[in-house]
Nanobody, 122 residues
Framework: QAQLEESGGGLVQAGKSLNISCTASGGDFSSDVMGWFRQAPGKDREFVAVIRWSQVTSIYAKSVEGRFTIARDSGMNTVYLQMDDLKPEDTAVYYC???????????????WGRGTQVTVSS
């Protein structure tokens, strides 16, 4: 059974950058995709970005496009989310998840990490 572990969250000032990562273990993920979602207090979980393990194909939410970059290190089974020009509205718990195909919906994703807190102060 796949296991995911996020790391790298923290407190950062608006306009600054933060890089969070997610390491997967317990399976072969070469045919899967890895997505990032986030959930702010009192709000629904929302899509952030997704990337395919085997190809350089990615999709971003409009709210983060141009500021966030998703990348993967297939050899390390790790996916990164580089977040630049952070805004207070980016404050949320960020979750990584494994799914069978590129999707902005959380439904297809079968394995989820526990999340890492990102807090952006104004």
């Amino acid at each position: 059974q796949a296991q995911l572990e996020e790391s790298g969250g923290g407190l950062v000032q608006a306009g600054k950058s933060l890089n969070i990562s997610c390491t997967a273990s317990g399976g072969d993920f070469s045919s899967d995709v890895m997505g990032w979602f986030r959930q702010a207090p009192g709000k629904d979980r929302e899509f952030v970005a997704v990337i395919r393990w085997s190809q350089v194909t990615s999709i971003y939410a409009k709210s983060v496009e141009g500021r966030f970059t998703i990348a993967r290190d297939s050899g390390m089974n790790t996916v990164y989310l580089q977040m630049d020009d952070l805004k207070p509205e980016d404050t949320a718990v960020y979750y990584c998840a494994i799914g069978p195909y590129l999707s902005a919906n959380s439904g297809p994703y079968t394995y989820w990490g526990r999340g890492t807190q990102v807090t952006v102060s104004s």
